[in-house]
């Protein structure tokens, strides 16, 4: 891939190379085209492909550094709640379909850069150099303490709680949207299945299964809704298809780093 090549040509190079490893959804891909179109903030949100093809340019201190595990495909809204194994409410990065071993400062530079375009898009009120140095300086704790920390939200983060308890829907709502979305007539690969088993608590699980459109950078991957009454309530998963990072496409043709799964091979979530 060209350093010189333009935004077009690396967008139908990527979709190729994406393609050939995952059975694209045609109309999800449109949908993207149309929403990158609408500002710089989704834009990058959108197109990791071409931020890795111009970052040796603009930023080569930043590429030609030590190369760690990274997120990659880091920005603003990469960040969400979740149920940890204990039913605390978790928060912190829910999206790793770009994860490889990269320059480490890869994922501080997108971040910083979604962050400068969210404040300028008034997504977000901060002062810029304000937000860039908080990135920096909660980057230099996690380091100095030498072990990651989950953030649950509760007595030591009332103010995420906060702002994420804003968000949340009702049960009845999110059942009833679950319910609405379209009917997915295929089978489920084994793999799938697999995955399935391994992220659903109880027994008994016999899911109806439904297509969904959503994010920005994987639209045109294929996500698939399990949902079953279980234990009283509930229960949704959801399966995505993913191609691999867009690092590997520079490794060589070598596999994907340990624990990151098989190009292709999907992922589950809670």
């Given at each position: 891939?060209?350093?010189?090549?333009?935004?077009?040509?690396?967008?139908?190079?990527?979709?190729?190379?994406?393609?050939?490893?995952?059975?694209?959804?045609?109309?999800?891909?449109?949908?993207?085209?149309?929403?990158?179109?609408?500002?710089?903030?989704?834009?990058?949100?959108?197109?990791?492909?071409?931020?890795?093809?111009?970052?040796?340019?603009?930023?080569?201190?930043?590429?030609?550094?030590?190369?760690?595990?990274?997120?990659?495909?880091?920005?603003?809204?990469?960040?969400?709640?979740?149920?940890?194994?204990c039913g605390r409410i978790g928060w912190g990065i829910n999206d790793f379909d770009e994860i490889d071993v990269q320059p480490y400062p890869v994922d501080l530079v997108r971040l910083a850069t979604s962050t400068l375009l969210a404040i300028s898009a008034s997504h977000i009120e901060l002062e810029p150099h304000a937000a860039c140095a908080a990135i920096l300086d909660g980057?230099?704790?996690?380091?100095?303490?030498?072990?990651?920390?989950?953030?649950?939200?509760?007595?030591?983060?009332?103010?995420?709680?906060?702002?994420?308890?804003?968000?949340?829907?009702?049960?009845?709502?999110?059942?009833?949207?679950?319910?609405?979305?379209?009917?997915?007539?295929?089978?489920?690969?084994?793999?799938?299945?697999?995955?399935?088993?391994?992220?659903?608590?109880?027994?008994?699980?016999?899911?109806?299964?439904?297509?969904?459109?959503?994010?920005?950078?994987?639209?045109?991957?294929?996500?698939?809704?399990?949902?079953?009454?279980?234990?009283?309530?509930?229960?949704?998963?959801?399966?995505?298809?993913?191609?691999?990072?867009?690092?590997?496409?520079?490794?060589?043709?070598?596999?994907?780093?340990?624990?990151?799964?098989?190009?292709?091979?999907?992922?589950?979530?809670?």
């Amino acid at each position: 891939m060209s350093k010189a090549q333009g935004f077009v040509e690396a967008t139908a190079s990527y979709e190729k190379w994406r393609a050939g490893r995952i059975e694209v959804v045609e109309s999800d891909l449109a949908t993207k085209h149309a929403k990158i179109a609408q500002s710089p903030f989704v834009l990058l949100r959108g197109t990791y492909y071409r931020f890795l093809q111009q970052l040796p340019a603009l930023v080569p201190d930043a590429w030609d550094a030590p190369k760690t595990v990274a997120i990659g495909d880091l920005h603003v809204e990469n960040y969400g709640t979740w149920r940890d194994a204990c039913g605390r409410i978790g928060w912190g990065i829910n999206d790793f379909d770009e994860i490889d071993v990269q320059p480490y400062p890869v994922d501080l530079v997108r971040l910083a850069t979604s962050t400068l375009l969210a404040i300028s898009a008034s997504h977000i009120e901060l002062e810029p150099h304000a937000a860039c140095a908080a990135i920096l300086d909660g980057w230099h704790r996690r380091i100095e303490q030498g072990l990651p920390t989950a953030f649950v939200l509760a007595e030591r983060h009332p103010h995420l709680l906060k702002l994420a308890s804003e968000t949340f829907q009702t049960p009845a709502r999110f059942a009833k949207a679950i319910e609405a979305l379209p009917p997915f007539d295929g089978k489920l690969a084994k793999g799938t299945v697999k995955l399935l088993d391994e992220v659903v608590p109880w027994g008994g699980f016999d899911p109806s299964l439904r297509t969904r459109t959503a994010g920005v950078g994987s639209l045109g991957s294929r996500r698939i809704v399990a949902f079953d009454e279980v234990g009283g309530g509930l229960l949704v998963r959801e399966c995505k298809q993913v191609p691999g990072s867009s690092w590997s496409r520079r490794r060589a043709g070598r596999g994907p780093i340990p624990g990151a799964g098989r190009p292709g091979s999907g992922s589950c979530a809670r």
